[in-house]
């Protein structure tokens, strides 16, 4: 072997044992130098306000690698804000731009993995002070503590796998207020540097994929809990994707009513997906507004239902839905939403009755577009629309469309068909709720167009039917009484008319002055009620 062969491998063995010494004295002496430093600096950037423990500490400096395990953090009592517990299996960071950290203070990195965090948090009891709390993106209060203790960091990406939460309100009754497991999120691109101070995202990242699991939120009022299976939601795609979404009641039938004190509708709601496509990802992570291109809702199961026993509601208000869309808090533009497959079943429980009646509108299909409270989208002529397709009782065809006019009189347009059906399936709504049982009857077809303002509606109907013969029924039977057959054949005899159509085919108008604290659904069915009752002559 050469002279100076043997200088460079003696010199490459003097570097191997020299890192290989620093090395070992790392991991043997300095690692807890080291780990007692992060604590003090995390501290510090916390304001010492929560108590970090870490049980292993593992630098290596060939590899450029850092492993923490054992994690536990929790808030000191003696500290304000929310009380938060955490503990983590593993932090592991790859990538460590040593020589930039130790002469520019700049942090560079290449991984981050977070694997199996769980997390609890109880918030402060929300004061009911009217005064409001200026709102800090997460990305500005993040920046703040990282510039506390380098000037910059880089990390290319950020994985957390296996995340469970568990987030509480102090002054609520439910617990957990929301919760989810097994959970994870990629953050690609995080940059934090002194012009972050002013960085206007939510998130500092350039993409970003969550994958939420067993999603369960439970609302304030304990009223209902909120379940999903899935949450998928990625800035490269700009798309959200929720699986089998379901509401569900926390009370059966006469305890939800009986629980809130008064009437209110009960809301059961299956809905196997609910998929937002072309979402404006920077405006969404701007916390601006909500802007997608289309929203699909497939395979929603709702059913609804009102006991009537219980006393009325206070007399609010109601809001048309033009103020709701208003009244949403954020600007919101949403071109389209569609809806497939779909079932509605409305319910309702008059008192003195054995059994509710209710309405079916099975296989529903609708398109609901150009639902924005922008009021410059107003100004270009988007005017939101519903047109729905289903079929009642699961046996005619209704076809409707409704314009919500967006200016000061929040006035609607209504209109719609509905195909020739037996009204005999009718009865399972007017039997229990109008006390009127439809012998025989068929309809031929049905068409109306109706305008509604916020204080009356007007319009017209045209039904064309035959055969129709009617019975009235006492309250809370299933059967006429002797007075009520007097009164049906009276009815059927010299009121009702029978027949509608062929060339004596004639229309009825709609004319019904609205209740203002009874729900827009009875404004429209009370509006075509009126025509209804005034074709068949009742």
Same mark, same amino acid.
């Given at each position: ?12 063995? *003097?570097?191997? $044992? =020299?890192?290989?010494?620093? /090395? +070992? ?8 130098? @080291? ?16 108590e ?38 593993e ?20 991984n981050?993995e ?11 009891k ?15 209060q993040? *920046?703040?503590? $990282? =510039?506390?203790?380098?000037? /910059? +960091? ?8 296996? @995340? ?19 959970s ?74 009986d ?95 054995e ?9 529903l ?38 314009t ?33 049982r ?64 062929n ?36």
């Amino acid at each position: 072997m050469k002279r100076y062969q043997k200088i460079v491998v003696g010199v490459l063995i *003097s570097a191997i $044992v =020299l890192i290989g010494s620093i /090395q +070992i004295y790392i991991s043997f002496f300095l690692d807890e130098q @080291l780990k007692e430093t992060a604590v003090e600096r995390f501290h510090e950037a916390t304001d010492d306000a929560y108590e970090l423990e870490i049980k292993d500490f593992d630098l290596q400096i060939l590899g450029r690698q850092l492993s923490l395990s054992g994690i536990q953090l929790s808030k000191k009592e003696a500290s304000s804000g929310s009380d938060i517990q955490l503990t983590l299996d593993e932090f592991n960071v790859s990538g460590i731009g040593v020589i930039k950290l130790l002469l520019q203070h700049e942090l560079s990195l290449n991984n981050i993995e977070i694997i199996n965090p769980d997390i609890y948090v109880t918030a402060p009891k929300k004061e009911s002070s009217t005064q409001k709390t200026p709102w800090h993106r997460p990305s500005q209060q993040l *920046s703040k503590m $990282v =510039l506390k203790v380098v000037d /910059q +960091i880089s990390v290319p990406n950020l994985n957390i796998t296996g @995340l469970s939460l568990y987030y509480n309100r102090a002054n609520l009754p439910v617990a957990p207020l929301l919760s989810l497991s097994n959970s994870d999120i990629k953050l690609h691109n995080i940059t934090i540097d002194s012009t972050s101070l002013k960085d206007e995202r939510v998130i500092p990242a350039d993409d970003i994929t969550i994958a939420f699991r067993n999603v369960q939120f439970q609302t304030p009022n304990e009223l209902y809990k909120i379940t999903t299976g899935d949450v998928d939601f990625s800035t490269t795609d700009s798309q959200l994707v929720l699986r089998e979404f379901s509401l569900i009641p926390q009370f059966d039938k006469q305890a939800f009513s009986d629980n809130v004190g008064h009437q209110i509708d009960r809301l059961n709601m299956d809905i196997k997906e609910i998929k937002w496509d072309g979402i404006d990802i920077e405006m969404l992570n701007k916390a601006e507004s909500i802007t997608t291109r289309l929203i699909n809702i497939t395979n929603a199961d709702i059913n609804i239902y009102r006991d009537k026993r219980p006393p009325e509601s206070p007399k609010k208000y109601k809001p048309l839905p033009q103020e709701m869309i208003r009244d949403i808090p954020f600007p919101t533009t949403i071109d389209s939403i569609h809806i497939s497959n779909s079932n509605i079943r409305y319910t309702e429980r008059k008192p003195n009755t054995e059994k509710a009646g209710y309405i079916e509108f099975a296989h529903l299909s609708a398109d609901f577009t150009d639902l924005t409270n922008v009021e410059a989208h107003w100004d270009n002529g988007r005017t939101p629309t519903l047109h729905a397709t289903t079929n009642v009782m699961n046996k005619g065809q209704l076809e409707a469309q409704f314009t919500f006019m967006m200016t000061s009189d929040n006035r609607q347009e209504i209109k719609g068909s509905l195909q020739s059906m037996d009204m005999q399936p009718l009865n399972d709504a007017l039997e229990p709720i109008a006390f009127v049982r439809i012998e025989e009857g068929n309809i031929l077809g049905l068409d109306f167009e109706m305008n509604l303002s916020a204080k009356n509606a007007g319009g017209s109907l045209t039904l064309e039917y035959e055969n129709l013969k009617i019975s009235l029924l006492d309250e809370g039977l299933s059967e006429e009484s002797f007075g009520n057959k007097a009164k049906s054949f009276v009815a059927n005899t010299f009121k009702l008319k029978s027949d509608n159509k062929n060339d004596d085919l004639r229309s009825a108008k709609v004319d019904f002055e609205r209740v203002e604290h009874k729900s827009v659904f009875n404004y429209w069915w009370k509006s075509l009620l009126s025509g209804l009752k005034s074709s068949i002559g009742l």
